[in-house]
């Protein structure tokens, strides 16, 4: 081979691995310069909990991503590896995250009018709870608008509804609850929220709050012998083996709100913002449909795991409303502190 044709052969050769590298390198570049925004979204449960609480997170990080058109990339952090529930909005405050996941009365302390949502049978079913969530009142109302003023912004449609509270009894103290006079003597663990301490308070019961992540030795101990919390952070905790008895008394939801800072949010391009919103609205009918399915999973779990599940009769629930519903004049001051027309509305929207 003569030396013009190795020179030819090894430009040739140089040119085509260059041309065929082109194309990967281009990607590459154009992947990383459109990944101009990335949000740092932080959450308390974890991939082997999604199977009985489903946030619909992952959806959405997919979908916004997708709708951005590669603009913007979505950080998940769970398990609490960036802080409870207590915190992750401080921290979305701060700046030092850009969302955040957390139940609706863990964000009470950031966002007063979600006491609202608290109150005992407002909503006549679990129907009728996601579609007031659902309802642009909802966006429109206090509810929407108070957490701007604290630098917080509801991503509308990103919930994840584990649905009624269960009222649960642990093995230590072992009784079937159907009536609130069934409460004498049980000392009750309950949120931070004010008006599920009230609602305890004007029952037989002594509340008691504990923090969510002490909750399972509590029971187990004897610390607190009953507590009223979601189908799924009981099952996903394993604290559905401390208890004897399990009632339905359907007095409020445990439901979780996704929030981002609005700062950061607002300085999105649009076509972020969008994707943003979209994806959290998409990811609502997914989060509805898994956790039903998965309800159906649990309460099967928890019969083999013989738990007593109790449903109230017609006449045991009209106990309940009589002894702690909103309409008791005892409301009347947290209605005026957290809006009266607010939970009047609430309450005509939710008997649907």
């Not at 998965?294 to 309940?320: C, F, H, S």
Request: proline letters at 4%; glycine letters at 8%; charged letters at 25%.
């Amino acid at each position: 081979m003569t030396k013009r044709n190795t020179t030819d052969r090894r430009t040739f050769v140089a040119g085509s691995l260059a041309l065929a590298s082109w194309p990967l390198i281009r990607g590459t570049a154009h992947a990383q310069r459109k990944a101009d925004h990335t949000l740092v979204f932080a959450h308390t449960f974890t991939e082997a909990t999604e199977k009985y609480i489903v946030t619909g997170i992952d959806l959405f990080k997919q979908l916004a991503e997708k709708y951005s058109g590669g603009r913007l990339v979505v950080d998940v952090h769970e398990g609490g590896k960036l802080g409870g529930q207590n915190v992750l909005p401080q921290k979305v405050q701060s700046g030092a995250i850009h969302a955040c996941q957390v139940s609706m009365q863990n964000f009470t302390p950031f966002s007063e009018a979600f006491n609202a949502l608290d109150f005992p049978y407002l909503f006549a079913s679990n129907d009728a709870f996601e579609r007031f969530l659902s309802n642009p009142f909802f966006m429109q109302s206090a509810l929407g608008t108070e957490p701007e003023t604290k630098g917080l912004k509801v991503l509308a449609g990103m919930w994840a509804n584990c649905g009624y509270r269960i009222f649960g009894v642990s093995k230590r103290s072992p009784r079937e609850v159907r009536v609130p006079e069934d409460l004498k003597g049980l000392k009750v663990r309950v949120t931070s929220s004010k008006v599920e301490q009230q609602a305890f308070a004007l029952t037989p019961a002594s509340p008691v709050s504990v923090n969510w992540a002490e909750t399972y030795s509590a029971m187990q101990q004897g610390a607190v012998n009953g507590l009223n919390v979601g189908l799924g952070p009981l099952t996903a905790n394993r604290i559905h083996e401390t208890l004897a008895t399990a009632t339905r008394v359907s007095m409020s939801f445990n439901a979780h709100v996704t929030v981002v800072g609005k700062k950061w949010y607002d300085a999105l391009p649009s076509q972020v913002r969008d994707a943003i919103d979209r994806a959290a609205r998409e990811s609502w009918s997914h989060q509805q449909k898994g956790q039903r399915k998965a309800d159906e999973n649990m309460w099967a779990e928890w019969k083999t795991a013989g738990v007593k599940v109790i449903d109230l009769k017609p006449d045991e629930r009209a106990k309940w409303i009589a002894a702690v519903g909103y309409k008791r004049p005892e409301w009347n001051e947290a209605k005026d502190r957290y809006g009266r027309k607010l939970v009047e509305r609430i309450a005509e929207l939710g008997a649907a």
